[in-house]
Structure formats: structure tokens, C-alpha cells
């Protein structure tokens, strides 16, 4: 882990994005996950962008989320500065309901890569599950939580199959 023990670094292009990306964030310090968010708008503070990518794995960080809406080039910005694996979080909140944030996310030129989420608080859950699987590559702990992770997911399935009557379920 990093000096600070921050390892992911979450990045909002807007401090309005906060709402859809807290869910993550909650699920990163639930799960004991050191990590810091910043905003850092790609056209309103480019530099600041740059410099965050630039200086992410320098500064320990192993995984950058970048939650964005509109023309939502922050998670390309910040590929295009770092190796380190970036996620990008498209989000709903221009006119176009997220069809262009999640067009501008998604459509990456060869050679820059992000990993691209579902929009919204969902695509931003996704998000740490997925940084907490990259940082579980080489973390025990995080490999054990995610264990822990699969078994309720899979135990509510089971929970919500029982409510349908019996005479309907499939005999397993």
C-alpha cells in the first residue's frame, strides 16, 4: 500500500457529480481502501487534470475513477497522463440524458484505454468493485473481501428466488 495508504484516486469533473460517485466511496471505505477525491474539470481546469495523471502513480496511487457528465473527456485526460489503470464513470447529467458522456468514455482512441462503467451511482459501484479487484491482483486482504462480496451477492439471489411461490420454482 501506498505511504499514505491512499490506492485509488477518484476523480469528479464537477463537484455536482458527488451524489452519483458516493456510493463508491462508501464502498471503498467500507472495504478499508484508501482513497482520496479530488475535482478536476478536463476543460475547466485542464492542467489540473494533467497534473493529477501525471503524478497519480508517483504519489502511490494504483487505480484512478474518473466520474464525468456531458462531454465527459476527464477519464481520457487522465489515460492519456498515467500507466495506471483508469475507470471511467459516465454520468446522466446533461440533456442528453448520458448518452454523450457515455459515448465520450467509451470511444477511446487506440493506445489510451479506460475501462468503462454503466452511468450513474451503478456504473460508480462498479467502479471500486473493479479497482478493488485490480488492487486484489496483488492484495490478499482485498482478495478476501471480494470472496466475502461474491458469497452475499450470490446469498441474496438465493433470498430473492424464495419469494416466488413454490408451486412456480424450478426444481433444483
Known sequence: MAATGVEVGVVLG???DW???????ALL??????FEV???????????????GRNAAGRGLKVIIAAAGAAAHLAGVL??????????VPLPSS????????LSTVQMPAGVPVATMALGPSGAKNAAIFAAQILALSDARVREILSGHKKILEQNVVQQGEKIPPEYRAKE
Do not use: C, M, N
Not at 451524489?19 to 466511496?25: F, G, H, I, L, Q
Not at 440533456?95 to 457515455?102: E, V
Open 38 to 52: 479530488v475535482v478536476a474539470s478536463a476543460h475547466r481546469a485542464p492542467k489540473k487534470v494533467q497534473a493529477y
Open 79 to 88: 489515460a492519456a497522463e498515467t500507466f495506471l489503470p483508469v475507470i471511467g
Open 29 to 34: 471505505k467500507e472495504w478499508g481502501i484508501g
Open 95 to 102: 440533456p442528453l440524458q448520458g448518452l454523450d458522456s457515455l
Open 14 to 16: 464537477s463537484a455536482s
Open 19 to 25: 451524489p452519483s460517485v458516493e456510493p463508491a466511496a
